[in-house]
C-alpha cells in the first residue's frame, strides 16, 4: 500500500505560482510513476502531468504545457507540481496518484493509488 498526501495549495492571484507536493508514506515511490489530476466544480476528473519512476519522462496537458513543472525527489519520497502563471481556470482540487506500471500515464484508471486532494483557487 501506498499513501499519498497532497500539500501546498491555497489561494493565488491570476499570474502567480504555487508549488504542490506529493509525499508518499508505507512504500517507497522511486518504482511508481506519479500524475497529478484535477476536478474543478461540475467537472469530471482530468489530467494535468506525469512523471516515469525514473523522472526521466514526463508529460502534461496541452493546457498546461510551458507553465507547469512536474518533478521527483527520491531521497524525500515526494513528487512536486510546480504551477507558474496561474490562471482563473487553474482552479481545481488536485490530486496525486501512483501508477506501479512506472511509466506515467494520462489515464486515471491507470492509476492505483490516490491522495486526498489538495484545493487550488486562483482569482481573476
Known amino acids: 500500500q501506498v499513501q499519498l498526501v497532497e500539500s501546498g495549495g491555497g489561494l493565488v492571484q491570476s499570474g502567480g505560482s504555487l508549488r504542490l507536493s506529493c509525499a508518499a508514506s508505507?512504500?517507497?515511490?522511486?518504482?511508481?510513476?506519479v500524475g497529478w489530476f484535477r476536478q474543478a466544480p461540475g467537472k469530471e476528473r482530468e489530467f494535468v502531468a506525469a512523471?516515469?519512476?525514473?523522472?526521466?519522462?514526463?508529460l502534461y496537458a496541452d493546457s498546461v504545457m510551458g507553465r507547469f513543472t512536474i518533478s521527483r525527489d527520491s531521497a524525500k519520497n515526494t513528487v512536486y507540481l510546480q504551477m507558474n502563471s496561474l490562471k482563473p481556470e487553474d482552479t481545481a482540487v488536485y490530486y496525486c496518484?501512483?501508477?506501479?506500471?512506472?511509466?506515467?500515464?494520462?489515464?486515471?484508471?491507470?492509476?492505483?493509488?490516490w491522495g486526498q486532494g489538495t484545493e487550488v483557487t486562483v482569482s481573476s
Open positions: 496518484a501512483a501508477d506501479h506500471v512506472g511509466y506515467g500515464s494520462s489515464q486515471l484508471q491507470e492509476y492505483d493509488y
Open positions: 508505507g512504500r517507497t515511490l522511486s518504482r511508481y510513476a
Open positions: 512523471i516515469s519512476w525514473s523522472g526521466t519522462g514526463t
